[in-house]
């Protein structure tokens, strides 16, 4: 079973720069897509951005696009999150679920398993 981990959330100012990072610790070797997530408290869960599982196709909100870029390596199992521009309302635990093939691009929640802890971004005004 894949076995996404989180890392890079912190605590930073807005117009800062941050990069988040997803890894497939289990290494399964398995073929799958993978999306950004993030959840702000007393809210639903939004997508982010996805990307395909050969790293060649990205999808974006579109209240993200132009600030956020999503990449992968598809021999390290490793997928980026690059944000620039922070502002306040980016404050959120964003996650990197796995999903089949089949829901590349997918901004449902409910179509992504294999959910890890998240790591938590917090942009100060």
């Known amino acids: 079973q894949v076995q996404l981990v989180e890392s890079g959330g912190g605590l930073v100012q807005a117009g800062d720069s941050l990069t988040l990072s997803c890894v497939d610790s289990a290494r399964t070797g398995s073929t799958y897509t993978t999306g950004w997530f993030r959840q702000a408290p007393g809210k639903e869960r939004e997508f982010v951005a996805g990307i395909s599982w050969n790293c060649e196709t990205q999808y974006y909100a579109d209240s993200v696009k132009g600030r956020i870029t999503i990449s992968c390596d598809s021999t390290k199992k490793t997928v980026n999150l690059q944000m620039t521009g922070l502002k306040p309302e980016d404050t959120s635990v964003y996650y990197c679920?796995?999903?089949?093939?089949?829901?590349?691009?997918?901004?449902?929640?409910?179509?992504?398993?294999?959910w890890g802890q998240g790591t938590q971004v917090t942009v100060s005004s």
């Open positions: 679920p796995a999903a089949q093939t089949g829901y590349t691009g997918s901004p449902h929640p409910r179509n992504y398993d294999s």
